[in-house]
């Protein structure tokens, strides 16, 4: 059913006088910017840090802390939609301002849950949706206790139910002599799963019900660094995992009643198991290859989707590899990008630069994505460029 309030988005947006707003303005917000721009979307955008990518290009920069009860209510207050690139925001005041009639999407519920890796295992496990089997944590000494009453075995994978990010607040425990690293936080404790592949499905759903899925993503990482080397797509999977992989996907997406974007990771076993990982109800890294290789990029789908337009077609242009531009180790200051030229000089790449004014190990400062016809010259045109662009001070 749509609501008044849905009407009253999409006049506003005939009108040309819609105001979305975007918390917060790292690089997702200003991609997302960068779509709504083309649409004469008036965008608005919060942020601690007035030099955060999106705060250069959105229409209006508001100062604020995402997790403050004012900031996050007060912003609300200034827009006809509000929507995110992150989500660890104050959902107090989301649920407030839905209730005072703000369109909020995804809805505050999707963010609470999504907030918290426990509650997002339990809402798999609950839905009969295939992940790593877990036990929810209060603290280190229950762990330990656990690990004592043969409760868990070695090797498992602490993950804290909240903050984490890029690999930051995820405990790999080999065995016993790595329990030093073991945090005194609540968290997920989860059987550690012979992965064979990682991949991500980003499955966008509008207000009507229609759903559409993006094709699937290979997660390369660097088992050196534990970083995501590159990404890749269409990931290189059996016919069965990639239907495996799309129906879960779907599923989950009807089941959390997500509207907007939702990308979904998975590890696909060394049987052959699909099980998903963990969720984000957002544009996301996995999808950035979209800007020029799906016929409609993850931001403009996340617009459809939220706005109740019609969703657009997923179906892929061309093959392609995208990696991240990271500070480089041992650089901290003032950006400045070297092996801009030699990269440009090969066909097919497309270089995203985030405007983050200061570098620092692994900070994620842009992407590129390079598009052939043929994956596998992509990939060694990828291994190439990741050897040239270098990010120092
Ligand atoms: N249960 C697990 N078994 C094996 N490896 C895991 C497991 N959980 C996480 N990992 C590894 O750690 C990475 C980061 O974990 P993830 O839960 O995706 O956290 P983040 O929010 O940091 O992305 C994964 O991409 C995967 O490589
Ligand atoms: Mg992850």
Redesign the pocket.
């Known amino acids: 059913m749509l609501g008044s309030n849905s009407q009253k988005l999409l006049e506003n947006f005939f009108k040309s006088q819609l105001k979305l707003g975007i918390i917060a303005g790292g690089q997702l917000g200003k991609m997302l910017i960068q779509e709504a721009s083309k649409w004469d979307i008036t965008t608005y955008v919060m942020d601690t840090d007035e030099r955060c990518p999106a705060g250069k290009i959105a229409s209006y920069f508001v100062k604020g802390d995402l997790k403050d009860f004012d900031d996050v209510y007060r912003f609300g207050k200034l827009v006809d939609i509000l929507t995110f690139e992150i989500e660890s925001v104050n959902i107090l005041a989301l649920k407030k301002l839905k209730e005072e009639g703000l369109i909020v999407l995804p809805d505050p519920g999707v963010i609470e849950l999504i907030q918290d890796?426990g509650l997002q295992k339990d809402f798999l496990k609950k839905n009969n949706i295939p992940t790593?089997d877990?036990k929810i944590f209060n603290s280190k000494d229950e762990i330990f206790q656990a690990i004592r009453s043969g409760q868990i075995k070695y090797?498992?994978?602490q993950?804290l139910r909240k903050g984490?990010?890029?690999?930051?607040?995820?405990f790999?425990i080999e065995k016993e002599s790595d329990m030093k690293e073991i945090v005194d936080l609540p968290s997920v404790v989860?059987?550690?799963?012979?992965?064979k592949k990682?991949v991500a499905v980003i499955v966008a759903r509008n207000e009507k019900g229609e759903i559409k899925n993006y094709p699937l993503v290979e997660?390369v990482?660097d088992p050196k660094a534990?970083l995501?080397d590159k990404l890749i797509c269409p990931a290189n999977v059996s016919e069965k995992e990639n239907k495996k992989a799309v129906e879960v996907a779907t599923r989950v997406v009807e089941k959390l009643d997500v509207i907007g974007v939702l990308a979904i990771?998975f590890?696909i076993d060394k049987e052959g198991n699909v099980?998903v990982?963990?969720m984000a109800p957002r544009p996301h890294n996995s999808g950035h290859h979209t800007i020029e290789s799906v016929q409609t990029s993850q931001f403009e789908q996340h617009l459809r989707a939220i706005l109740g337009l019609p969703l657009g077609s997923t179906e892929l242009i061309i093959p392609s590899v995208m990696v991240n531009i990271l500070g480089e180790e041992g650089y901290v200051g003032e950006v400045r990008y070297e092996g801009i030229e030699k990269a440009l000089s090969i066909n097919g790449v497309k270089i995203h630069l985030y405007g983050k004014k200061i570098t620092k190990p692994y900070r994620k400062m842009g992407h590129i994505t390079i598009l052939d016809k043929d994956i596998n010259s992509a990939i060694e045109k990828a291994d190439l460029i990741k050897k040239t662009i270098r990010v120092i001070s």
Not at 164 to 170: A, H, P
Request: aromatic fraction near 16%; proline fraction near 6%.
């Open positions: 890796k790593p877990f090797p498992f994978v993950k984490g990010y890029d690999g930051r607040g995820v790999i989860e059987e550690k799963v012979e992965i990682e997660m990482f534990n995501l990771e590890f099980l990982n963990e």
